[in-house]
């Protein structure tokens, strides 16, 4: 291995290593920690200078991305964050789902049972209708 990819693999590795103490020690791990503020972190324990940003950001949003303690969540509310707090997120999510369906197929049951028996004597009073005018 030639020095160069030595020194490039020992940068790389500071970085992960920097973000990674950063995400354990530095945030208190609830909610959601932004991709700028987690920066600012990694930058100080690296003791980089603002102008290496860009190289130390795509290296450290790399790390995130594929680490598997995180979940990395887009949009205006998204951030780097646990993945058990982002799993338990979702389990409440498809309960609230499953009992909706539940409520719904309740509902439609209901409605289908009033419907029929709506159907069955609405055919009574017609026959009924029709012997008392016979």
Same mark, same amino acid.
């Given at each position: 291995?030639?020095?160069?990819?030595?020194?490039?693999?020992?940068?790389? +590795?500071?970085?992960?290593?920097?973000?990674?103490?950063?995400?354990?020690?530095?945030?208190?791990?609830?909610?959601?920690?932004?991709?700028?503020?987690?920066?600012?972190?990694?930058?100080?324990?690296?003791?980089?200078? /603002?102008?290496? /940003? *860009? +190289?130390? *950001?795509?290296?450290?949003?790399?790390?995130?991305?594929?680490?598997?303690?995180?979940?990395?969540?887009?949009?205006?509310?998204? #951030?780097?964050?646990?993945?058990?707090?982002?799993?338990?997120?979702?389990?409440?999510?498809?309960?609230?789902? %499953?009992?909706? %369906? #539940?409520?719904?197929?309740?509902?439609?049951?209901?409605?289908?049972?009033?419907?029929?028996?709506?159907?069955?004597?609405?055919?009574?009073? +017609?026959?009924?209708?029709?012997?008392?005018? %016979?």
């Amino acid at each position: 291995m030639s020095e160069q990819v030595k020194i490039a693999t020992k940068n790389v +590795e500071s970085i992960f290593t920097a973000t990674e103490e950063a995400l354990e020690q530095d945030w208190d791990q609830v909610g959601k920690i932004q991709f700028p503020t987690l920066l600012g972190m990694v930058l100080v324990r690296l003791n980089e200078t /603002a102008e290496r /940003a *860009d +190289e130390v *950001d795509a290296y450290m949003r790399s790390f995130v991305r594929n680490h598997p303690k995180y979940n990395v969540a887009r949009g205006a509310k998204g #951030g780097v964050e646990l993945m058990s707090s982002y799993e338990k997120r979702q389990a409440a999510k498809a309960a609230v789902e %499953a009992a909706k %369906a #539940g409520v719904k197929t309740k509902i439609e049951a209901k409605v289908a049972a009033l419907t029929s028996a709506t159907v069955a004597t609405t055919e009574t009073l +017609e026959v009924e209708q029709e012997q008392a005018v %016979a």
